[in-house]
């Protein structure tokens, strides 16, 4: 199956930004945007500065922490031309480091669990860091979205942008080889914002890079996102046992509460009494996404929300997309705007290769080894 992470390694180079964000819905007008701001967020423990970086073009407005890679805030126009953050975060450094469920942050080495946190890698048995239980989950106790990136602002014609750089030393978190990853934010004229992963090792190893940011298009804190519009271009998904460990069964969609093949409100089915749903307390599922591993990103999922017209048009390259409900976020969090998070009041679209895989022969391979070039794109295009 290493062929599948071969192939994407090859092909999946960057398209240009118009040729990938396209999408339903209405794009924003072009606004020129102006160069990267820097600012002090504020200290860790050890001293460690962590900045914020604010950067906005053709109406989007975008605030990312050095710690994490952490999209703070995200605001977009509504039917009215009225900006909203439209992400779950919080105000103050502290709260990040202390309780956040990964608010916003980049994920690595392994986005999603990888059961009992084990693997075998050419015959070398692996054991990871566990934190989910007896499961290890995006990359183990401190993963890439507690460490300060190195932040990079660029200009390039009418994008403007961040290059983030972590490199994971091997051993880290129990991963084989030094893994030295780059991530891309551009936001485009058009105010579309783009991710491109990047990440080279010097020892075979497995990688899953992903953005956990939780998304409510009402606007931050305004409550459920059971109202919601969501449509994935999916026909399977893949069921999960009592941890949320995939069975590797890769199962049709039609006919149960997981067909989003044509738009429907996120609420009409959650609590349909599915075993699946019972088990994960509402959507926390891997879509293996129809169009498999593409050479460049593929409109797979579109977000709307009716209350403020606002869209979001996700196109990604990779095989599987895990939307997560919100589920088990319980109101002990105070957001940016002083509002609590209870369940259901944002969701997560997380573009990824499918949870476990290192477990799971018939799953795309998420190998990569010395020699090649981890890289991967996701493309957010906002529209009303």
């Not at 703070?72 to 975060?89: C, F, I, K, M, T």
């Not at 369940?343 to 799971?360: M, V």
Request: net charge positive; charged share 20%.
């Amino acid at each position: 199956m290493e062929l599948n992470r071969r192939t994407v390694i090859a092909g999946a180079a960057a398209a240009g930004l118009a040729a990938t964000t396209l999408g339903p819905g209405t794009a924003q007008a072009a606004v020129p945007g102006g160069k990267p701001v820097k600012h002090l967020f504020g200290r860790l423990a050890d001293g460690t500065k962590v900045y914020r970086w604010s950067l906005a073009n053709g109406g989007t407005r975008l605030k990312v922490l050095s710690y994490g890679g952490i999209v703070q805030s995200l605001e977009v126009p509504d039917r009215h031309g009225r900006h909203a953050n439209v992400v779950a975060g919080f105000a103050g450094l502290d709260d990040y480091v202390a309780s956040s469920p990964y608010f916003g942050a980049l994920i690595g080495r392994y986005g999603n669990r990888i059961g009992k946190g084990r693997f075998t890698l050419d015959g070398t048995a692996y054991q990871l860091s566990v934190n989910d239980g007896e499961n290890s989950l995006h990359g183990g106790a401190k993963g890439f979205d507690k460490h300060v990136w190195d932040v990079e602002p660029f200009t390039r014609g009418s994008d403007v942008g961040l290059r983030l750089y972590y490199t994971s030393v091997d051993g880290e978190m129990g991963y084989p080889g030094t893994l030295r990853s780059k991530v891309t934010y551009t936001l485009d004229r058009h105010g579309a914002w783009r991710i491109d992963y990047e990440a080279t090792t010097n020892r075979a190893t497995v990688v899953n890079l992903t953005s956990h940011v939780y998304w409510n298009l009402a606007g931050e804190g305004s409550g459920t996102i059971e109202d919601h519009e969501l449509t994935i271009a999916a026909s399977r998904y893949t069921p999960t046992d009592a941890g949320l460990i995939p069975t590797g069964e890769l199962a049709r969609v039609g006919g149960t509460p997981f067909d989003f093949r044509r738009a429907k409100p996120i609420g009409r089915d959650i609590r349909a009494g599915h075993v699946q749903q019972v088990q994960a307390k509402g959507y926390d599922h891997n879509w293996a996404l129809d169009k498999g591993i593409t050479a460049g990103p593929k409109h797979v999922a579109t977000l709307r929300d009716p209350r403020s017209g606002r869209t979001l048009a996700i196109a990604t390259d990779q095989p599987g997309l895990q939307f997560y409900s919100g589920n088990f976020l319980d109101g002990t969090l105070t957001g940016t705007g002083g509002r609590t998070y209870r369940q259901g009041d944002a969701l997560c679209l997380e573009t990824q290769h499918f949870p476990d895989s290192p477990n799971h022969a018939n799953f795309p391979s998420t190998v990569l080894r010395p020699g090649q070039t981890y890289r991967t794109s996701t493309v957010h295009t906002f529209g009303t």
